[in-house]
């Protein structure tokens, strides 16, 4: 009885751990791709890009910071829902986290990018062999690597919330409306991640629809994962 005890408050204090990070993830990553990459990168205009940049350089290398983290949460959430469904596969909820801990690498890479475009457009002091045009259209394509790198990082967390859905369907203690809603999730970022890498010109945006298991779970998670209880016999059916 005393370790299911200690199972539940390990259950209870994952859940928790994987919902706060989330929304804090969540809050840096509005900022950092709504409000900086948004509101300062034009599509196609390197002048107007460097312009804004320039005028907001402290805002972009914030959004850049804001993306690192974004990738160290993941990780942290990763651990969280590893723990938290460790009861009803150790495989699959493995497999969850190691596509979610690979998603987070490749985020950190695609800010590599940022990183590079920030020097290019606003130290271009050391790099006097370059034009101030072709300054600005290196760091225009070094931003749309980030996008391009990111995009393709999606699949991973695609196939992350794929199997999230079927531990969350399989488990006794969260809601199973919450797995069916997490599939169109992860097959909306499957299909905008293989569009954006295979389509030239993609433009559909199916993740825009299809986040609201993403924000239910999390909302689940803040709320109600302090409640789980296995200790009274309702384990989940073997994976």
């Not at 800010?111 to 590079?116: F, K």
């Not at 393709?152 to 695609?158: E, H, N």
């Amino acid at each position: 009885m005393q370790h299911a005890e200690s199972t539940d408050r390990s259950l209870r204090r994952a859940g928790l751990v994987a919902g706060s990070a989330l929304l804090v993830l969540t809050v840096l990553s509005v900022y950092a791709y709504v409000v900086v990459i948004g509101g300062l990168v034009v599509d196609g205009d390197a002048a107007e890009t460097a312009s804004k940049i320039a005028d907001a350089e402290v805002r972009f290398r914030i959004g850049i910071a804001c993306f690192a983290l974004v990738a160290v949460l993941d990780v942290v959430v990763a651990w969280g829902l590893r723990v938290l469904f460790a009861p009803v596969s150790e495989i699959v909820s493995g497999l969850a986290a190691a596509a979610r801990v690979a998603y987070a690498a490749v985020l950190l890479v695609a800010t590599g990018h940022l990183v590079v475009a920030a020097q290019l457009l606003t130290d271009p002091g050391d790099r006097a062999g370059f034009t101030t045009a072709e300054l600005r259209a290196q760091g225009l394509l070094q931003i749309d690597a980030f996008t391009a790198v990111w995009n393709a990082g999606l699949i991973l967390f695609g196939f992350h919330l794929l199997l999230l859905a079927w531990l969350v369907f399989r488990s006794s203690y969260v809601p199973k409306l919450l797995g069916i809603l997490l599939v169109p999730a992860g097959l909306g970022y499957l299909i905008d991640s293989f569009g954006s890498t295979l389509v030239n010109d993609y433009s559909l945006n199916v993740g825009a629809f299809t986040f609201v298991g993403e924000a239910l779970l999390m909302l689940w998670l803040l709320a109600r994962s302090r409640r789980i209880r296995l200790a009274d016999g309702s384990q989940p059916p073997a994976a």
